[in-house]
C-alpha cells in the first residue's frame, strides 16, 4: 500500500510527488498518457516557482520573456520591458511536465504512465484505485488529474459550480525573432484575449474567453486572422480547443483521505488563465497536508482547504473583480490600465510573481468604474 496516490502528472501532480517523496512518503502517480505528452498551453511559468524547489528548471525552459507587447485590434501598440528580478519562462509542457515528474522519481516516486484510472473507492481505512492495469492502495489520495478528468465526480464533487472558460490554441513552428518578447491582443476577441507566446522554435498561439455574456464566436477565423499579422498559418497546425477552471470563489477541496489540486481544484487565475503557477502552488499545499495527515494531523486535509481558499483564493477574489470589469469594458481597459506607463510593469510584475492584485487592483477599478469603493 503506498501512503499517496497522485492521479495526474501535471504540474500539481508532480509538484505533490516530488514533495511527499522527499519527505520520505511512499508515493505512486498515475497518468493516463505516455511521457512526454503534448498538453495545449501558452507555457508561460512565473520564476516564482523556483522557491518551492530545490532543484534547477533550466533543462525544461524554452526561452525567457523580457518585454511585453500589447495591441487592440492589431494597433495602437504598448511595448515595454518589464523591470522583474527573473524573467518569465516560456516551456513546452511536454518537456516541463515530464522534467518535474521525473525530478519526484529521482526522490523515490513511482511512476505508471499509460495507466488510465478507471474508478475509485474507499475500503476502510484506504482508497482503492481502480486501474486499465489492476487495482492500487493507497491511504491518501489527490486528484490532479485536470479541467476534464474525472476523479473531483468519484469523489462526490459533483455540484460544485465551476467558472469554465474556453480557450483554443495552436503550436506554429517559425523562425522567431525576437524569443524575449510576449504579445497580448485585446480588440480581435469579446471578453477576453489572445496571445503570442514565443518558443526556442516557434510560437504558441491562443485565444480564451475568461467571463461569460459574449456571443459565439468564430476562434478559428480569430485565431488565423491574428496569426496572419506575424506571417504564420495556424490552417496548417493541429488546433486544440479546451476547457480552463477559473477560480471562482472559495470552496471546499478535501474530502475522506482525499484533496483536489491543480485545475481540477479550479485555481485558474481569472484574469490572466495563468494555471501552472497556481496548480503546482496547490501541489505543494496539497503535499504538506498528507505529510501532516500521515503523520497522525486529523485537521491537515481539511486545513488544506483553508489554506488554499486563504493564500491563494484571497488574491483571485481581487483578480475576479478585476477581469469582470476589464473585459466587460476592454476599449476602456485598455486605455486607462494597459496604456498607462506602469500597466505593462504591473501586468508583468503580476505574471512573474512579484506582485499581488490586492496590491493594485482598488485604484485600478477605481479608474475602469466611476465611485468603485466610494
Known amino acids: 500500500m503506498y501512503d499517496c496516490i497522485i492521479v495526474g502528472a501535471g504540474p500539481s501532480g508532480g509538484t505533490a510527488a516530488y514533495h511527499l517523496a522527499k519527505q520520505g512518503r511512499s508515493v505512486l ?5 505516455s511521457l512526454p505528452r503534448y498538453k495545449p498551453c ?5 520564476p516564482a516557482i523556483a522557491q518551492w524547489f530545490d532543484f534547477d528548471f533550466s533543462p525544461a525552459i524554452s526561452v525567457k520573456v523580457e518585454s511585453l507587447r500589447f495591441t487592440w485590434n492589431l494597433e ?3 511595448e515595454s520591458k518589464i523591470n522583474v528580478k527573473e524573467p518569465m519562462w516560456m516551456v513546452r509542457r511536454d518537456v516541463f511536465d515530464h522534467f518535474l515528474v521525473q525530478q519526484a522519481q529521482k526522490q523515490g516516486a513511482k ?3 499509460n495507466t488510465e484510472v478507471t474508478g475509485i473507492e474507499f475500503t476502510g481505512d484506504a482508497w482503492q484505485v481502480n486501474t486499465a ?3 492500487v492502495l493507497g491511504r491518501y489520495l489527490i486528484a490532479a488529474d485536470g479541467a476534464k478528468g474525472p476523479m473531483a465526480k468519484w469523489l462526490g464533487f459533483k455540484d460544485r459550480k465551476r467558472h469554465l472558460a474556453g ?7 517559425a523562425n522567431v525573432e525576437n524569443t524575449s518578447l510576449a504579445h497580448f491582443e485585446f480588440g480581435l476577441v469579446k471578453n477576453g484575449y489572445i496571445w503570442n507566446f514565443p518558443k526556442a522554435d516557434g510560437y504558441s498561439l491562443g485565444v480564451g474567453t475568461l467571463i461569460g455574456g459574449a456571443p459565439p464566436q468564430d476562434f478559428k477565423k480569430i485565431l488565423d486572422e491574428y496569426a496572419q499579422s506575424f506571417d504564420v498559418d495556424v490552417k496548417v497546425c493541429q488546433q486544440y480547443g ?6 471562482n470563489g472559495n470552496q471546499k477541496l478535501h474530502t475522506q483521505n482525499a484533496v483536489l489540486a491543480g485545475e481540477a481544484a479550479c485555481v485558474v487565475d481569472p484574469m490572466t488563465a495563468e494555471g501552472i503557477r497556481p496548480s503546482i502552488f496547490s501541489g505543494l499545499l496539497a503535499a504538506s497536508a498528507i505529510n501532516r495527515a500521515l503523520s497522525g494531523d486529523i485537521n491537515a486535509v481539511e486545513e488544506y482547504t483553508n489554506a488554499i481558499n486563504e493564500q491563494w483564493g484571497t488574491d483571485m477574489a481581487w483578480a475576479q473583480k478585476l477581469a469582470n470589469a476589464f473585459y466587460r469594458f476592454p476599449k476602456m481597459g485598455y486605455g486607462v490600465g494597459v496604456k498607462r506607463p506602469s500597466g505593462a510593469q504591473i501586468m508583468g510584475k503580476i505574471l512573474c510573481g512579484e506582485m499581488r492584485y490586492g496590491e493594485v487592483v482598488s485604484r485600478a477599478l477605481k479608474r475602469l468604474i466611476p465611485g468603485f469603493g466610494g
Request: glycine share 12%; proline share 12%; with cysteine.
Open 133 to 135: 492495469n489492476g487495482p
Open 76 to 78: 495602437d501598440p504598448v
Open 167 to 173: 480557450a483554443l490554441e495552436a503550436e506554429v513552428p
Open 111 to 113: 511512476l505508471q504512465d
Open 29 to 33: 502517480v498515475l497518468e493516463k498518457a
Open 42 to 46: 501558452g507555457g508561460g511559468v512565473s
Open 242 to 247: 479546451h476547457p480552463i477552471c477559473l477560480w
